[in-house]
């Protein structure tokens, strides 16, 4: 009878626009949950019933039901927060985590660490990311990323690399005194050292013009930092001579000596290399250092050696990365941000706690750094608010619940008309 499968339409309606109202209620109630992402109810009519077998047309609906429940992967309001560790991904991509169900994709970016110097999340699930080698190099090995440095040893210098220029008009009469340095040298300057102690030292650096473009440099050390050295004296630790050319370009350099002996405990014989750029004889430019017709000046001296620090704060560079900053002035790479993406991000399967699983819909994920094959930028100290637009929810919230009205009526109007049938067999 059509009344009796009017009542089951009707029903098919009712059901579809509850499941509705439990979406857009969904939605409203995750309106502050970070990285939420909203949505929206698909549905389908029911296999309609055909009065003429195989034809087309003469079909007769038998209602609706949810198809499908598709999440939005819209981008989020991006929210300044004053925490490092708060993070917040712009464009494609999820944050991958650890935990004892697995691994678990997430866009909810606010992040903290652990007493064990883990990067978690509010659930205790650990942030995955590419760690680095003790150079600070990224490598391949996906882990947790973590703070395993606190403290970094002190390191000797190995290398100086100065930036200069020497006078062409120096008058190479001038005798070097080791005794009187300053007043018998063309040039000095002074660059800071460390030990293998991690102890600074200031070594002076003194240059002679000796002939037409030939210079000869002497590094000394003060007398109370060196071994059997004496106080308010400097002694020669490493020596060596700079040739140029006709253009002022530094054609050759050698080293004769360079033996820093510090005392207090230091590593004996310390070999520090003096570099002054890479000279033409060896294929270079020959510019970092010079022999121009101005005065003798130094621009910038760069050493590679640090005393020991300790852990002053954290950053995450848009790129994913995360440095340490040392109370010594360094900066150390700790680890990348592994993003993950997917084909079908839509096909993802939630887990709670604003956490999705690889299905079979999604695909398998492919891990990578930010801002690579896709993947979106990571941005410090902000987090990613939900998609759920109120005013939309609402209007959605009250479309699904006249469709409900509409279809409980569709009921009582069935219901009516059975009533009339019962009344026809009494009369």
């Known amino acids: 009878m059509g009344i009796l499968s009017s009542m089951y339409t009707g029903i098919t309606g009712l059901q579809a626009q ?22 929206r109810p698909e549905f389908a009519d029911v296999i309609a019933k055909s009065l003429k077998g195989l034809l ?19 981008q989020g309001s991006i ?59 990224v490598t391949s090995k996906l882990g947790d990323i973590s703070v395993d440095r606190t403290v970094i040893d002190a390191k000797r210098t190995h290398k ?51 002939d037409n473009g030939k210079w000869v440099w002497r590094a000394m050390a003060k007398g109370e930092d060196v071994v059997d050295g004496k106080k308010d004296t400097l002694v020669e630790q490493a020596n060596g001579t700079l040739t140029f050319d006709t253009d002022g370009k530094l054609m050759e350099q050698t080293v004769d000596k360079s033996e820093f002996n510090f005392s207090k405990g230091a590593l004996p014989n ?31 001296a760069l050493q590679d050696g640090y005393t020991a620090g300790t852990l002053a704060g954290l950053s995450f560079s848009d790129d994913g990365m995360l ?28 887990v709670g706690q604003n956490r999705y699983r690889e299905s079979r819909l999604s695909g398998q994920p492919t891990l990578g750094a930010p801002q690579t094959g896709g993947r ?30 509409a279809n409980s009526r569709v009921i009582s109007v069935a219901d009516d008309m059975m009533h009339e049938v019962l009344n026809i067999k009494r009369q």
Do not use: W
Request: contains cysteine.
């Open 160 to 210: 100086v690399d100065l930036f200069m220029n020497l006078d062409l008009r120096a008058d190479q009469a001038l005798q070097f005194n080791a005794e009187n340095p300053e007043m018998t040298s063309h040039y000095a300057t002074g660059v800071t050292v460390y030990d293998s102690a991690g102890t600074a030292h200031v070594v002076t650096l003194f240059f002679n013009k000796v």
């Open 18 to 39: 509850g499941e509705a109202l439990s979406i857009y209620g969904d939605n409203i109630a995750n309106a502050n949950t970070v990285g939420f992402k909203t949505s």
């Open 376 to 405: 979106g930028s990571i941005s410090s100290k902000t987090i990613e608010s939900s998609t759920t637009d109120i005013a939309n929810e609402f209007i959605n919230l009250i479309t699904a619940q006249r469709n409900f009205q």
């Open 270 to 300: 310390q070999n520090i290399t003096f570099h002054f750029g890479d000279d033409k004889s060896k294929g270079g430019t020959g510019i970092q250092v010079t022999q121009y017709g101005t005065g003798s000046e130094i621009y910038k």
């Open 323 to 350: 440095t340490a900053i040392y109370t010594n002035g360094q900066n150390i790479n700790l680890a990348q941000a592994a993003i993950g993406k997917f084909e079908n991000p839509e096909g993802l399967f939630k």
């Open 56 to 74: 087309g047309g003469n079909q007769i609906g038998r209602g609706t039901r949810l198809a499908a429940v598709t999440p939005i992967f819209s």
């Open 79 to 137: 929210v300044q927060t004053e925490s490092a560790t708060d993070l917040a991904i712009t464009g494609d991509g999820f944050f991958c985590l650890k935990g004892v169900d697995g691994t678990s994709f997430t866009r909810n970016g606010s992040m903290h660490f652990d007493k064990e110097g883990r990067l978690i999340n509010a659930d205790g699930y650990r942030v995955q990311g590419f760690r680095t080698d003790e150079d600070g190099k």
